[in-house]
Every structure is written in C-alpha cells, then in structure tokens.
C-alpha cells in the first residue's frame, strides 16, 4: 500500500530559493549534504523558504527521487551544475572533503499567490518556530493554516 505523499519545509538561500521558480529553465536539483532527506520519496512535497534577508515561503516543489552519489556523478547528473544552479566553484566549495553528496530531484514547481513572510508563519505555527536547518515535515494542521493545497 502506498503511503499518501507527505509536504516539508526546507530553507534555502535566496538566490537558490528563488531559481526553483524561474519560468525559463528553473532549478530542478537542490545539493545537499550528511543524510539529508533520508524520509524523502517521489511524490513528496517541499515548501521552500527563503533564507534572510528574505524570510519568506515562496513555493512548493515535487521530489521526483532522491540519490547519494559520488561528488564526480553528482557533479555529471547536475548537468555540471546547470540543473542546480550553481558554478564549479561554488560546487567544489560545498562539498570540499566529502565523498559522497545528496541529490534531490524536483519538478511542477508552483510558487505561493503571494510569499508568505516569517512573521505570519509564527502567527500560524507558534512565536518560537524557526525555519529548519534539514527537512521539517509539516503536518496537515500545519498546511491547513497555511491554506496551501498539496
């Protein structure tokens, strides 16, 4: 039996957050290092949040598959960088002294009718919540606040 799809929340540097939503050739892989997004599976949602100075929810995302691979194949099945986004440089620099690195493949990328900026989502999810610095899976009291459709 397949378990229904479940939505997370990522933050994202702005510049990153901001290329999932781009109309011409978005990003469609966000790099990441350690174990990160072990609980991902095809179909799952990520909500992204932006990073300060931005602060703000911008978007949800679909996961189409999540692989580790060596840094070299991460690098080849980035398209060298270009479905993420990111320079050799900036690449190298992230995963300096890693073996491994952790691709997560997305698409059907649909940004938010209007962002919605860290000071209501405390309104929504309590005044000491903090954007994640990994995965935080929302759950459905959470998204209902949020009035997003998954």
Not at 90 to 118: H, M, R, T
Request: proline share 7%.
């Amino acid at each position: 039996m397949n378990k229904p799809s479940s939505t997370y929340l990522i933050s994202v540097r702005p510049t990153w957050a901001d290329a999932f939503f781009l109309s011409q050739n978005p990003k469609t892989i966000e790099l990441r290092k350690g174990n990160f997004g072990t609980s991902l599976k095809p179909g799952d949602n990520i909500a992204i949040y932006a990073t300060m100075p931005v602060a703000e929810l911008l978007g949800i995302v679909r996961v189409l598959k999540r692989e580790i691979l060596p840094i070299d194949r991460l690098w080849q099945a980035s398209q060298h960088g270009r479905l993420a986004k990111v320079s050799r440089q900036q690449f190298d620099a992230y995963y300096c002294n890693q073996e491994s690195g952790i691709g997560v493949w997305v698409q059907s990328a649909q940004l938010l009718p209007k962002p919605i900026a860290l000071c209501r989502l405390r309104q929504f999810w309590g005044h000491r919540w903090q954007p994640p610095q990994q995965l935080q899976q929302l759950s459905d009291d959470r998204l209902a606040a949020l009035n997003i459709a998954r």
